[in-house]
Structures are given as structure tokens and as C-alpha cells.
């Protein structure tokens, strides 16, 4: 079983830093750690953290509702791949061509061209790339309406329940 208390080597190993750069988070408070003599000891956990930072209450209202794209998706890949297909093509020509709507819709028209492994990838993705991507989802109209309002309905009642203020 792996140790849930990693030196400050392993954590740098883990997160592909320096090992200074590790002492420098915990010095900065960027990273929990505690002490064992004059050694830092960092929990597994706390330096997945800064792999995974988390996600802000709007960031994980979209992870939710993609989450809910997964079931039309897996039943009927083609139809959702095409709805978003067409969304980007409509949408496209009203954004600025430079501007970062239209980058993030030409980024999704990518990723559907790719497969649904890619884009399962990006809905269900925490790292702030996808969470970037969903904010500018193709996937407007797949999910009728009464699926949407549950989803966000149980979200509401996850986050109230996960992230009350302490």
C-alpha cells in the first residue's frame, strides 16, 4: 500500500518539480505539509491538489451537466456528435474569427473529429483546459430540458450538501 505521507522528494517526483520548488510551496503556504525532526512530510492527498486543483462551483455545475451528456452519448454517438457538429458551424460565424469563443468552438470541432474517447476526455476532464472547453460546450440541445433541470437540481443539492462553509 502506498504511504499516505510522501517526502518532499517524492512529492517532487510526483508533481514533476524541483525538490526545492516543493519546499518553496510549503514555505509559501501553497502546500499543507508537517514536520518529522527537521524534515517535511507532505500527504498524498494535499500534493494531489496541486495536481488537481478544485474546481469552482460554476466550473463543476458544467462538469455535471457533460457528465449527463455521457448517457446520449454512449447510446447514440452520432446524433449528439452531429447536434455539436452543426452548433459549432452556426455558431462559428457569429464570433470574431481572433476572438477566444470562436478558438474554443474550432478546438471542440478538433476534439469531435477525433472520437468520442476524446471528447468523453473533455467532458468528464477536471483539469482547467477542459473546464476552459466546456465553458464554450457545443452541446447545447442534446439533453432535453427536464434532464437538464434534474441534473441541476441534484447539483445544487450536492453542493450544498459537499461544500457547505465551515
Keep these: 500500500m502506498e504511504s499516505d505521507w510522501l517526502t518532499t522528494g517524492e512529492t517532487a517526483r510526483m508533481l514533476g518539480v524541483s525538490r526545492q520548488h516543493v519546499v518553496d510551496l510549503c514555505d509559501r503556504g501553497e502546500l499543507s505539509f508537517s514536520r518529522v525532526g527537521t524534515h ?8 494531489q491538489q496541486v495536481l ?42 457569429k464570433h470574431r474569427a ?10 471542440w470541432k478538433q476534439i469531435l473529429d477525433s472520437g468520442v474517447d476524446d471528447v ?9 483546459h477542459s473546464s476552459e472547453l466546456r465553458q464554450n460546450s457545443p452541446f447545447a440541445g442534446v439533453l432535453p430540458d427536464s434532464d437538464r433541470r434534474r441534473v441541476l437540481s441534484s ?4 453542493w450544498g450538501q459537499e461544500h457547505t462553509a465551515a
Design 40 to 47: 517535511r512530510r507532505i500527504r498524498r492527498c494535499d500534493a
Design 52 to 93: 488537481e486543483p478544485e474546481l469552482t462551483r460554476e466550473q463543476e455545475k458544467s462538469l455535471w451537466l457533460h457528465r449527463a451528456l455521457l448517457g446520449p452519448l454512449m447510446i447514440d454517438p452520432s446524433t449528439v456528435l452531429d447536434q455539436a457538429q452543426q452548433n459549432i458551424e452556426r455558431w462559428l460565424p
Design 98 to 107: 481572433d476572438g477566444m469563443a470562436a478558438g474554443y468552438l474550432r478546438q
Design 120 to 128: 468523453v476526455a473533455v467532458l468528464v476532464g477536471t483539469d482547467e
Design 155 to 158: 447539483f445544487r443539492a450536492h
